[in-house]
């Protein structure tokens, strides 16, 4: 499997027309931003996060999406809430692991979760995919120190064990799925430098997978969003700030033309 230009622009329109509902429990920093973003490219997003309500809420939904950014007890027992009701209604989950190799309680709440019930997607950055695999991983903070390919042989396992598709993020995007693995080399490194990049691409995934029964076609469209974004707001950006909302911009602004420098291929 492969994507192309003509192939993203049909996943955009379709994406826009159908406007999927993303019930993000996402992390404090990033909440602002995912929902920003999402609202961009054309998605809803719902950013419900207590117990008491998370199972309603994901029962509307279209999409789940489970972030370990600030992880504590109260946001763990919603996500395994909202898991539950994702589960049976079948519809996609994306998890981002964010941090999971900073302290064995992350670890921990990620393999619980993944082994209450399978996930669509797990988004994360090398040292992220290549921790909850539990392999040794250099990492400061929630940012790898690695690069995406140091991650290939933790997300093979990964998708073999826990989901259907497994996204290394970096300056190549890996995309693992068990029949087919895919590459996006789009983007900018001083994406790196703007908080919330990486919860915002695990939000695109799940809208995407929202309106995509093909998790890992789904995927690549989504990191080739994130990507071209990427590269379009740098075109005027001068610095961090100016990328942040030239980025949520660009995500509004994505069709036609602007997918021309699309680079997506097979792993190779």
């Known amino acids: 499997m492969s994507i192309s230009v ?5 996943a955009l329109r379709q994406l826009r027309q159908r406007r999927p509902l993303v019930h993000a429990i996402s992390n404090l920093v990033s909440l602002t931003p995912v929902a920003n973003a999402l609202l961009a490219l054309g998605a809803t997003p719902v950013m419900a996060h207590a117990e008491v309500e998370v199972a309603e809420i994901t029962g509307a939904a279209d999409a789940l999406l489970l972030n370990l950014g600030t992880l504590e007890p109260a946001r763990e027992a919603a996500m ?29 709440v990620a393999l619980a979760l993944l082994q209450q019930a399978p996930v669509t997607l797990i ?13 040794t991983a250099t990492a400061r903070g929630v940012d790898s120190l690695e690069a995406s390919t140091a991650a ?3 997300a093979r396992e990964l998708a073999a064990r826990h989901a259907r598709v497994v996204v290394v993020s970096g300056t190549r995007d890996l995309l693992i799925h068990r029949e087919a693995e895919l590459a996006v080399a ?39 969003c994130m990507g071209l974004a990427g590269e379009l707001a740098m075109q005027e950006a001068v610095g961090p700030g100016s990328l942040a909302v030239g980025f949520v911009d660009a995500l509004y ?10 680079r997506a291929a097979p792993l190779g």
């Open 6 to 10: 003509a192939s993203l622009d049909l």
């Open 80 to 108: 395994q809430r909202a898991l539950a009701r994702a589960a049976a209604r079948a519809i996609p989950v994306v998890l981002d692991p964010v941090g999971v190799g900073a302290s064995e309680y992350r670890r921990a």
């Open 123 to 135: 988004r994360g950055n090398a040292s992220e995919i290549r921790a909850l695999a539990g392999e």
């Open 152 to 154: 290939l042989a933790a």
């Open 186 to 224: 789009n983007g900018h490194p001083l994406m790196a430098r703007v908080t919330a990049m990486g919860c915002i691409a695990s939000a695109l995934c799940a809208a995407f997978a929202a309106v995509d029964p093909q998790p890992l076609r789904a995927a690549a469209h989504a990191m080739a």
């Open 253 to 262: 602004a994505l069709e036609g033309p602007r997918l021309a420098g699309l």
